[in-house]
């Protein structure tokens, strides 16, 4: 499996930007479809975007116009630029990377994104 490591949470008032980073392991990174997940406490994990080893990326509504997905195959690394964040997206965000073949499905550590004032 890949490995995937997050960084970039944290603490942000209401209106404010963070970035994440999610950088995967190995030489076949451009093969994956790159998501970012989230889990709000007491709440189901959904999805937040994916961006596609080619093709468009695809957005959660509730996050369109906000939050930018966007990959970096030379550095095996995927961001989620989020900006005029809410406490509603307060969570931990997960990073997945999935592909058909080779069968990959891996989840990275999470990494904790709290909105508040």
């Known amino acids: 499996q890949v490995q995937l490591v997050e960084s970039g949470g944290g603490l942000v008032q209401p209106g404010g930007s963070l970035r994440l980073s999610c950088t995967a392991s190995?030489?076949?990174?451009?093969?994956?479809?790159m998501g970012w997940y989230r889990q709000a406490p007491g709440k189901q994990r959904e999805l937040v975007a994916v961006?596609?080893?080619?093709?468009?990326?695809n957005y959660a509504d509730s996050v369109k116009g906000r939050f930018t997905c966007s990959r970096d195959n030379a550095k095996n690394t995927v961001y989620l630029q989020m900006n005029s964040l809410k406490p509603e997206d307060t969570a931990v965000y997960y990073c997945?990377?999935?592909?058909?073949?080779?069968?990959?499905?891996?989840w990275g550590q999470g990494t904790l994104v709290t909105v508040s004032s």
């Open positions: 190995g030489s076949i990174f451009s093969r994956f479809a």
């Open positions: 961006v596609p080893s080619a093709g468009n990326t």
């Open positions: 997945n990377a999935r592909a058909i073949f080779p069968a990959v499905n891996s």
